[in-house]
């Protein structure tokens, strides 16, 4: 399978504290996207990280990307109980291709 | 509203009858995409559209799947004879080639049931 490996699969946390997801893919990338998805609905973009680039902020989300060892994480700082959702990462294989592979998701729970 | 749009968002069939399902993407974007999302697991690649044209198509694409774009904006994704392993939620997205980035933004998914 080409799909990648996201760990934990499932976290648990109290609202406040940091949460942190690792992805590990397969492939050489184009770029790396992390996605979220509240129960039984589409899924947001979050951020997108360019295989160039190693680490990337946006809001309470810190990305980093190590090509070397075909990894991401995903931290979220001073989580609430509105980020309880799925997280996904997806990648962007090298050439011209428009496929997305996915990892299979961590899923978080904020308790207030 | 601008975003991607699908219909129906909930489909319930009964095994052997073919249904269609319908994605409107971002009016800008040239770039449309089809995934298959089964429970508990990431979405799966189905197939892309560039403008009219189908790039991309996945093996999980079997001869009861067909995917038009005619005139390069919305799509259609028909499935004929459904089973009940066709039962998942059907995701489509959208992206500009050519844009800042490569960012696919996706529809709110059509969930299909085929009992």
């Known amino acids: 399978s080409q799909q990648g490996e996201e760990d934990p699969q499932a976290l648990s946390i109290q609202e406040g504290e940091n949460a942190t997801m690792n992805c590990s893919y397969k492939?050489?990338?184009?770029?790396l996207q992390w996605y979220r998805q509240n129960s039984g609905r589409g899924l947001v973009h979050l951020i997108l990280?360019?295989?160039?680039?190693r680490e990337k902020h946006s809001g309470r989300l810190r990305v980093t990307l190590d090509t070397s060892k075909k990894s991401s994480s995903l931290l979220i700082t001073a989580s609430r109980a509105a980020d309880t959702a799925s997280y996904f990462c997806?990648?962007?294989?090298?050439?011209?291709?428009?496929?997305?592979?996915f990892g299979q998701g961590t899923t978080l729970q904020v308790k207030p | 509203d601008t975003g991607v749009s699908q219909d129906p968002r909930h489909k319930i069939t009964k095994r052997g009858q073919n249904v269609t399902f319908r994605c409107d993407p971002i009016s800008e974007h040239n770039r449309l995409y089809w995934y298959r999302q089964t429970l508990g697991q990431g979405p799966e690649f189905l197939t892309y559209f560039q403008n009219e044209a189908q790039l991309e198509k996945s093996r999980l694409l079997s001869d009861r799947f067909s995917a038009e774009r005619p005139k390069g904006s919305f799509s259609t994704l028909e499935i004929q004879r459904t089973e009940q392993g066709d039962s998942a939620m059907y995701l489509c997205?959208?992206?500009?080639?050519?844009?800042?980035?490569?960012?696919?933004?996706f529809g709110p998914g059509t969930r299909l049931t085929v009992l």
């Open positions: 990280i360019r295989s160039n680039e």
């Open positions: 492939t050489s990338i184009n770029n």
């Open positions: 997205a959208s992206s500009y080639l050519g844009g800042f980035t490569d960012t696919q933004y």
């Open positions: 997806a990648w962007l294989g090298s050439g011209n291709t428009g496929k997305l592979i």
